[in-house]
DNA sequence: ATGGTTGCGAAGCAA
């Protein structure tokens, strides 16, 4: 199986870049963040017209999240189902191809110490709750997407500039290594271990092209799917070009 | 350098 995830930043904006990118990776499954699109205006035909089924969740203006698959894709479940869905809609489950998968986009958290940053600490925990009565980490659960947090040093383009700032703070990691400590595994590292390879550059001052970016787009993989991870890529090139997202799509291969 | 850019939507907010 090949999975992805890309933070899109608008589906309506980049869809000729997500058909486009479907063309040529052709992953099983492609998880969504930031579409910005009600479910209603989902578009639906341009997924199955590259045989994708797909599954929205999205109230509008902003977040909404999206999978689409081409190895089926049943029994949709949106949200956590507990308080932190105020938040916006940043989850949506779905099994495709024997795995049950999940798209989320972890909130920004703005400011250290702001009510935003509280409130991302609340999201993590309350999805490591809803993993932990929910599956078992035995099962095949792919949970994919923005988690707003690098995990490492060598995720970040400048550890010093960025100490105190979101994004590497102790309790964000924290809560991304409370994901892990239950079962599941940041799949990219098994296979690609060197340092500064970013999925997220901001779009101001040109810090693409000066190599200024986080590595915060990940697909966590528990054990029985990690355990057969054979290739990971961030495609940079998603990165370039006209009207690109501030986000490059993550590919993930599974001999499952 | 408290800058810079993009998306949405039509001014300012979020990232």
Redesign the pocket.
Known sequence: MRIATWNV??????LPRVEEWLDYARPDVLCMQ?T?LADAAFPTMAFSALGYESASHGD????GVAIASRVGLDDVTRGLGGPADDQGARLVAATCGGVRVHSVYV??G?EVASE?YEAKLAWYAELLAYLERTYKPTDNVAVCGDF?VAPEDRDVWDPAAMVGSTHVTAPERASLRALEDWGLVDSFRLVRSEDQLFTWW????GNFHKHMGLRIDLVMLSRPLADHVTYALVDRNARKGK?P??HAPVLIDIDV
Do not use: I, V
């Open positions: 930043n608008s589906l309506n904006a980049r930031e910005k509008g203006r902003w977040n909130p920004n703005r935003h707003n901001d779009y101001r001052a009207q997202s501030d």
